[in-house]
Nanobody, 120 residues
């Protein structure tokens, strides 16, 4: 069983910064990619940023230049550094991982979500 444990959400003023972390644990063969999605009530979940195990990254246009995704393969952990936060970044942020089992079949896993609120 694979678990994703997130941390780092909270309340921050506009222009501030937060760092989200997500650690994968359990029995698996390898992590293919990890990323962060967010959901605002009444809207669809959207991809914020993703990173492969090799370090290739992609970002939503709305966060480019402000957010940075990184990983630590030795710790099976992905980070999202969020700078210059705006009220419209307020959402529940979910960690996602595409993980290969020992059978080499890959599965998608999700964290429980962490609230990020940007408000003065």
């Amino acid at each position: 069983q694979v678990q994703l444990v997130e941390s780092g959400g909270g309340l921050v003023q506009p222009g501030g910064s937060l760092r989200l972390s997500c650690a994968a644990s359990g029995s698996f063969f390898s992590i293919i990619a990890m990323g962060w999605y967010r959901r605002v009530p009444g809207k669809q979940r959207e991809l914020v940023a993703g990173i492969t195990s090799g370090g290739s990254t992609n970002y939503a246009d709305s966060v480019k230049g402000r957010f940075t995704i990184s990983n630590d393969n030795a710790k099976n952990t992905v980070y999202l550094q969020m700078n210059s936060l705006k009220p419209e970044d307020t959402a529940v942020y979910y960690c996602h991982a595409q993980i290969a089992a020992k059978t080499l079949i890959s599965f998608d896993y999700w964290g429980q979500g962490t609230q990020v609120t940007v408000s003065s």
